[in-house]
């Protein structure tokens, strides 16, 4: 992965997310390349920012084949539906909303095409990003559940954090 152009971009101001990013880069030995590839594609992805989701997709091109592309694309798309609607039924005062059938496809959630894992973890990091109480401990426990560690469910958490930060960033960056 190569990170140096996103890394190198970044502003004194924001010296701990370099730091952070970096460390990340160098360290991720609980997640594969691809997870940790896939996990912070779809956190650029769930921020909605297409200068740093560009960014991103040529640091990790090399380690995500097309049909982990895919399924990455696929969990950013279906938990920016599923943490809207999810997040409207913990929201509103009335509970038999969250009784209701939702009525909304979601046969990626069966069959993603990739390792069930793998596409699990980054349905976390766009939940964390999207914000919706239910996904995140939903696709928290399917991981747990799973044998993944409590410290790697971490990591996922602080690659949302870290990458929905260079969001920020680029943000405040490109409106100078």
């Given at each position: 992965?190569?990170?140096?152009?996103?890394?190198?971009g970044i502003?004194?101001?924001?010296?701990?997310?370099?730091?952070?990013l970096?460390s990340?880069?160098?360290?991720?030995?609980?997640?594969t390349?691809?997870?940790?590839?896939?996990?912070?594609?779809v956190?650029?992805?769930?921020?909605?920012?297409s200068?740093?989701?560009?960014?991103?997709?040529?640091?990790?091109?090399?380690?995500?084949q097309e049909?982990e592309?895919d399924?990455?694309?696929?969990?950013?798309?279906?938990?920016?539906?599923?943490?809207?609607?999810y997040?409207f039924t913990?929201?509103?005062?009335?509970?038999?909303?969250?009784?209701?059938?939702?009525?909304?496809?979601?046969?990626?959630l069966?069959?993603?095409?990739?390792?069930?894992?793998?596409?699990?973890?980054w349905?976390?990091?766009?939940s964390?990003i999207?914000?919706?109480h239910?996904?995140?401990s939903s696709?928290?426990?399917?991981?747990?559940?799973h044998?993944?560690s409590?410290e790697t469910?971490q990591?996922?958490a602080?690659?949302a954090?870290?990458i929905?930060?260079l969001?920020c960033?680029?943000?405040i960056?490109?409106?100078?």
């Open positions: 992965m190569n990170f140096e152009v996103i890394l190198n502003p004194a101001y924001a010296k701990d997310i370099k730091l952070n970096s990340m880069v160098t360290n991720h030995p609980a997640l390349d691809s997870q940790f590839a896939g996990s912070v594609l956190a650029a992805i769930a921020s909605k920012n200068g740093l989701t560009k960014f991103i997709n040529q640091a990790i091109a090399e380690n995500l049909k592309l399924a990455v694309r696929a969990a950013a798309a279906i938990m920016g539906m599923t943490n809207i609607y997040r913990d929201l509103v005062d009335d509970p038999s909303y969250a009784t209701m059938p939702a009525g909304l496809r979601m046969n990626i069966r069959d993603p095409g990739v390792d069930k894992l793998d596409f699990e973890m349905s976390l990091v766009a964390i999207g914000g919706c239910k996904c995140v696709h928290e426990q399917q991981l747990i559940k044998g993944v409590k469910v990591l996922l602080k690659i954090a870290v929905h930060s969001s960033i680029h943000t960056e490109t409106s100078k």
